[in-house]
């Protein structure tokens, strides 16, 4: 089972709940899967299985948007596809959360599966299913797009490529804007997902600091590749990337 270092919630539905939201924000905030990297499975029924999608110039799906296919490889006990081997070649369907993976041309599908999280998948296989767990750890690349407040659409976030990292918290800086206007100059502080360990990446702070004063987030998290959930006091702050750049 995937865990977080802090104490933090293992699910993004959790931080929600702890913050007195629901199923507004999961109705709103887009799941987008995180597909890049290698999946290994982390269970003892099938300890050998592995996944690996591919996806065009090794995107990682880091936008909100329409059900998207890409070919995948896997390799499983499972005969649901067809006789096991090492390199059985499929297409992988993707809605949200959930996927489906078939034969390239199958009307219908032979497996499907869910995302956990950023870092875990589980394919229905039997039973509890096969749980599989990508090994790159899906840093985060915040510097990508422009980070959207979903509640308040004119807050928008730009991060610069500047991440550093010391006694292991690493720090980007940006800028907050309202609208097209530059508001204030953000920090963002966050220790980095450990796929060893099944650690996911745990955001400690978003600091926006504006003429006429200071205004820290604390405790947040991703959803999916595209989502940020951070609390704000009582509240929770949504973001969504969109592929916009402003300049910072």
């Known amino acids: 089972m995937t865990t977080r270092t802090r104490g933090a919630p293992t699910t993004i539905a959790a931080l929600i709940a702890g913050c007195g939201g629901g199923a507004a924000l999961l109705a709103t905030l887009p799941f987008v899967a995180p597909i890049g990297g ?5 269970d003892a029924a099938d300890p050998t299985a592995t996944m690996s999608f591919s996806t065009p110039g090794g995107q990682n799906n880091l ?37 489906t993976l078939g034969q390239t041309g199958a009307a219908t599908s032979c497996l499907s599966g869910n995302f956990v999280d950023e870092m875990t998948i589980v394919l229905a296989t039997g039973g509890a299913g096969t749980r599989f767990r990508n090994q790159l750890g899906l840093q985060p690349q915040f510097e990508q797009g422009v980070w959207v407040n ?15 990292t ?33 650690q996911l990446l745990a955001i400690d702070s978003i600091t926006i600091t504006r003429s006429g004063g200071t205004e820290t987030w604390t405790n947040g998290s991703l959803y999916g590749v595209s989502g940020l959930a951070i609390h704000a006091g009582g509240s929770t702050v949504s973001l969504e990337r969109h592929n916009e750049s402003p300049a910072c």
């Open 63 to 99: 936008y909100g948007g329409t059900t998207a296919s890409y070919p995948v490889v896997l390799n499983s006990a499972s005969s649901a596809c067809g006789a096991p081997r090492t390199d059985l070649n499929l297409v992988g369907r993707f809605d949200g959360q959930s996927f």
């Open 150 to 164: 979903i509640d308040r659409t004119t807050q928008r976030l730009r991060f610069r490529n500047d991440a550093a």
């Open 38 to 42: 290698f999946w290994q499975s982390i």
């Open 166 to 198: 010391a006694n292991g918290v690493t720090t980007q800086s940006g800028c907050e804007f309202d609208g097209s206007t530059l508001s204030g100059s953000v920090v963002v502080a966050f220790r980095q997902a450990n796929p060893t360990l099944g």
